[in-house]
């Protein structure tokens, strides 16, 4: 039987954006990034209550729907407690379905509030897992929960009645590497994007894409120099390049003055991987063209402040 946890007791949570795909390592590899949403959350008497701030204010429900409440009773539950009510308090800073793990890092938040709030039981790795059910690929997700950059993969038990499992490895990121975000103004639903990618792609093409995904893997932690290399893809970016014209667009700009860019996630948002800033010029002239610039550090993990009370 579940236990109740006492009313008063709060959980501030820290949770980074994310970038996943990195180029090549599609659905596979993530990076933290220095950009955050804040969650609140205080166990209270009764009933639910929910306020946003920010990003996706207008947009965002307010009910037991949300996704940050979904998570929290999603951890409350896997650590056998309860809360008899929540007030839940989202200052977002990531801007939403834009390529920058926003959903990812609220479920992150959620989890990890809820985990907090029940004492902290639960294994990074249970967090990983239940932060990654919600959308079922754990690239963005491992990234915010363990910050720096992440190989993640899936294990599909072969008994096709249990649930798939979500896991992850931190890659060490080269102290000198940074990002850049170019942000455009527009939303792009990872649904429709993941819907122009074929069903099927070359060996050629395959091949192009492991080889690629190991020499961005050694880049991100040693060879900064091969970031560039490290972010060619053939297995996504061409497809959506006709759904995101200005973001195909962005990238081969980056790409032809030798700027390791990419598409970050499903989009829009173009990334940029680099141990020198841009140029001033470029990111004038993206700001001119209406892209919000976002310079970015690798940010660590998710950050969890609990008091009692």
Known sequence: MSTDIEVGTKAIVKVPA????LGPGYDTLGIALSLYDTVE????????????????????????????VKAIRSALKAADVAAPGLRVVCHNNIPQSRGLGSSASAAVA??????????????????????????????NSSASVLGGAVVSWTTVPVDGRSLP???AASIPVHP???????VPDFYASTQAVRRVLPSHVTHGDAAFNVSRTAVQVAALQHYPDLLWEGTRDRLHQPYRADVLPVTA????RLRNRGYAAYLSGAG???????????????????????????????A?????????A
């Open 110 to 139: 959620g989890v990890a509030a809820g985990n907090g709030l029940a004492g902290s039981p639960l294994s990074v790795e249970q967090l990983v897992q239940l932060s990654t059910a919600f959308e079922g690929h754990p690239d």
């Open 18 to 21: 994310s970038s996943a795909n």
């Open 165 to 167: 499992e979500y896991k």
């Open 268 to 298: 829009p948002t173009v990334m940029v991987l680099h141990t020198e800033p841009v140029e001033p010029a470029v990111l004038e002239d993206a700001r001119a063209q209406g892209l919000r610039v976002l310079e970015l550090d690798v």
């Open 300 to 308: 660590g993990p998710v950050s969890v402040e609990v008091t009692q």
């Open 41 to 68: 959350v205080e166990v209270t008497r009764s009933g639910l209550a929910v306020e946003i701030f920010g990003e996706g204010a207008q947009e965002l429900p307010r009910d037991d729907s949300h996704l940050v």
């Open 176 to 182: 000198d590497i940074r990002a850049t975000a170019l």
């Open 249 to 252: 667009e962005w990238v081969n």
